[in-house]
């Protein structure tokens, strides 16, 4: 690799990915104590010293976008968090009870019945409103699957994915939507004149208030269990990274059904109340889904040491998810433990008083330890029928976080060491020695995935670290003029910096700062640019750049960290030790 510009000259024995990796990272003002994975010898060697390894982060490093686009409900400009009600997953809600949706009916809110009364009653006074529920029900009736849930959770995919009435249409192309969803898509053209015909507009509105007062009831409550799992985590949940986790409350759906989906970077619950009341329980899990999957996905890289693990579950009864994807598995026990630690279990709790007698204070010692007794052996069942349901991870987890509630860091703060710490040869022979039931429980959490194309694939491809793959992509996508132009030149700057061509690099970047509209990326590629001046030991036209980034305001706080932090200081390359070890995330939509 040839000496491109001078103050690289210095640092020529740097291998091509760690100089890419230094300059796509910015740092933190503190160190981070994580420390990389220590390799095992061979039974009977010594183990090997080796010198140390600058940092790598983790996580993919290119600050790119997300692959899934967001369903119809979420407001670019909104909460990352929020509570809501949808109109057209009203419809459809509806339409399926007309058309002999009737699970758990005796046990949903009055509000259900209510709304089937007055669609029933305008039924009986038009028969074109008849004619059109015929017709969308004909439609249902050929559609069904052989699992009721499979069943409803395609049209709670399409309900998400459609715009409000009267349009009633996709909200993004066929392609992008969720895959269970274009089964049932032609449905729409149908739903538009039930909607029209039985005036299902003025039903809605009609009953907003009882939608509200159903929202209303539930803010409390999902408050508090966001806060109390924070806590926990030791995790703030102020800021925004560009996730949103949404619950939608749709009282015409059975109460015993939670829809979770998880499309690209948003996490949508679909939970019907009672009373005021959802399954908090199953909300509360696809919470931990939002706060830990994306600390885990960030160390994918890393679990391959553990794919030996899937060996041991081929019998177990989990989906196949679970038994063909280590980090799936890896982050579905690590939820499962958190809940066994902070599950109520029912148990009366004792506590003991300083001002007691002697004897007294014998009795409440033993009450007391028999309480913390009891409930170790409850918390315990729930991780042995998780360990035999196949969530093979879930005891080791477990253990790691009773040692975690006594100090002080994060979970963000102590994942690494979670997940660099196993010993993997002791959680298989573990492992092996489970009892797997015969049958088990899936996730309420769905992930969608979709086909990838053109700049989304090389995108992934990046991730992936498959360099000459996300090149051939872009390029491609240039030469074909499909996709974005700027993000085609963007995602060739960061191909170029893994190839060690850092004229290339500013080159690309620079036509993305030309070409882009989109702000996140114009605000990246600038900050890119500056950091490529700071190690060519050009001050002036770095803060330039930097200044540029934050020009763009394109609102994440990432940005703005990266941009600061390069006003105050230039950008470096690593000596001898680590890197800075924060990567740029993933760019949200």
Not at 40 to 65: H, R
Not at 174 to 189: C, F, M, R, W
Not at 311 to 325: G, I, W
Request: hydrophobic share 40%; with cysteine.
């Amino acid at each position: 690799m040839r000496c491109f510009v001078r103050s690289l000259c210095r640092f020529r024995g740097l291998p091509v990915l760690l100089l890419f990796v230094a300059i796509t990272a910015f740092g933190q003002d503190q160190p981070s104590s994580e420390q990389a994975p220590t390799q095992q010898a061979p039974a009977g060697q010594a183990p090997t010293e080796k010198a140390p390894a600058a940092k790598i982060p983790d996580g993919p490093a290119p600050p790119i976008p997300t692959i899934a686009k967001p369903p119809a409900l979420v407001d670019p400009n909104g909460p990352a968090i929020s509570l809501q009600t949808s109109e057209p997953l009203f419809d459809i809600a509806v339409v399926l009870n007309e058309c002999g949706y009737d699970q758990d009916l005796e046990n949903s809110d009055p509000l259900r019945q209510h709304i089937r009364d007055e669609v029933n009653q305008y039924l009986q006074g038009s028969a074109v409103a008849r004619d059109a529920r015929d017709k969308v029900c004909n439609y249902i009736a050929g559609h069904r699957l052989g699992n009721a849930g499979h069943d409803l959770a395609q049209y709670v995919s399409l309900a998400l994915y459609t715009t409000p009435p009267p349009e009633l249409k996709p909200s993004v192309e066929l392609p992008d939507l969720p895959p269970d969803s274009t089964q049932v898509v032609e449905i729409l053209p149908l739903l538009r004149a039930f909607v029209e015909a039985t005036e299902l507009h003025a039903i809605w509105a009609a009953n907003r208030a009882a939608y509200e007062d159903e929202v209303a009831k539930l803010h409390d409550p999902l408050t508090k269990m966001i806060l109390a799992t924070n806590v926990y985590l030791k995790m703030p949940t102020s800021g925004y990274d560009g996730r949103r986790f949404i619950v939608v409350v749709e009282p015409m759906l059975a109460p015993s059904e939670t829809n979770a989906r998880v499309y690209g970077t948003d996490y949508v619950v679909v939970a019907s109340p009672v009373k005021g009341v959802i399954n908090m329980q199953q909300v509360r899990h696809t919470y931990l889904h939002y706060e830990i999957e994306p600390l885990l996905y960030a160390r994918a890289t890393t679990m391959d040491r553990m794919l030996p693990l899937l060996k041991t579950v081929r019998n177990a009864p989990l989906d196949y998810t679970f038994r063909s994807d280590i980090v799936a598995l890896v982050i579905e026990s690590l939820i499962r433990a958190v809940e066994a630690r902070t599950f109520d279990t029912g148990i009366a709790e004792v506590k003991t008083t300083s001002d007691a007698r002697f004897a007294n204070m014998q009795q409440q010692t033993k009450a007391r330890n028999a309480y913390v007794q009891a409930v170790a052996a409850a918390r315990q069942k729930v991780v042995d029928t998780d360990m035999s349901q196949g969530y093979v991870l879930t005891q080791y987890y477990y253990d790691q976080l009773i040692g975690f509630e006594q100090h002080s860091a994060s979970l963000k703060e102590s994942i690494g060491e979670m997940v660099y710490g196993m010993d993997v040869e002791t959680e298989m022979s573990r492992a092996k020695h489970v009892q797997f039931a015969e049958t088990g429980s899936s996730d309420v959490v769905s992930h969608a995935p979709r086909q990838l194309l053109g700049l989304d694939l090389a995108e992934m491809k990046l991730i992936k670290g498959d360099t000459a793959g996300a090149q051939q992509l872009a390029q491609q996508a240039l030469a074909q003029k499909s996709g974005d132009p700027a993000y085609a030149d963007y995602i060739l700057g960061q191909t170029a910096l893994m190839s060690g061509n850092m004229e290339e690099a500013q080159t690309r970047f620079g036509d993305a700062v030309r070409l882009s509209k989109d702000p996140r990326t114009l605000a990246w590629a600038h900050i890119y640019l500056g950091r490529i001046h700071d190690v060519e030991e050009d001050r002036d036209e770095a803060v330039a750049e930097y200044k540029a980034a934050l020009t763009v305001r394109d609102g994440q706080a990432d940005t703005k960290q990266a941009a600061e932090k390069g006003l105050k200081q230039p950008f470096a390359l690593p000596h001898s030790g680590g890197a800075d070890n924060d990567a740029a995330p993933t760019k949200p939509q």
